[in-house]
C-alpha cells in the first residue's frame, strides 16, 4: 500500500510564496517519478511539475520560473516551492508518484488547496 501525505497548502495574496510538501511511504521505489498536479473547478487536471530520481525536473509553461521542485530520495518526500503566486494559480494542488515507463502505476495523495486572493 502507498500513501502521499500532503501539507502547505493555504490562502495566501498575490505575490505572496508557499512550499508545499508531499511524504511518501509504502510499497514505493526510489526510481519512481515524482510531481505535483492541480485541478482548479471545472478544469481538467494538469501537470504543475515533476521530478525524476535522478532529479531532472520538468514545469509546465504557466509556473517555470516561479515555482521549484525538489525531492529528498531518503525522505521519500517531494516539495514545490511556489513563489509569485497568481489568482489563476488557485487549485487543489495533488502530489504524485509514479512508474517512470508503466505510468498505470501511480499514486494520488489527497489534495492541499491552494488559495491566491486578495
Known amino acids: 500500500q502507498v500513501q502521499l501525505v500532503e501539507s502547505g497548502g493555504g490562502l495566501v495574496q498575490p505575490g505572496g510564496s508557499l512550499r508545499l510538501s508531499c511524504a511518501a511511504s509504502?510499497?514505493?521505489?526510489?526510481?519512481?517519478?515524482m510531481g505535483w498536479y492541480r485541478q482548479a473547478p471545472g478544469k481538467e487536471r494538469e501537470l504543475v511539475a515533476d521530478?525524476?530520481?535522478?532529479?531532472?525536473?520538468n514545469y509546465a509553461d504557466s509556473v517555470r520560473g516561479r515555482f521549484t521542485i525538489s525531492r529528498d530520495n531518503v525522505k521519500n518526500t517531494v516539495y514545490l516551492q511556489m513563489n509569485n503566486l497568481k489568482p489563476e494559480d488557485t487549485a487543489v494542488y495533488y502530489c504524485n508518484t509514479k512508474h517512470p515507463r508503466l505510468i498505470g502505476l501511480n499514486y494520488w495523495g489527497q489534495g492541499t488547496q491552494v488559495t491566491v486572493s486578495s
Open positions: 521530478i525524476t530520481s535522478g532529479a531532472s525536473a
Open positions: 509504502g510499497s514505493i521505489f526510489s526510481f519512481y517519478t
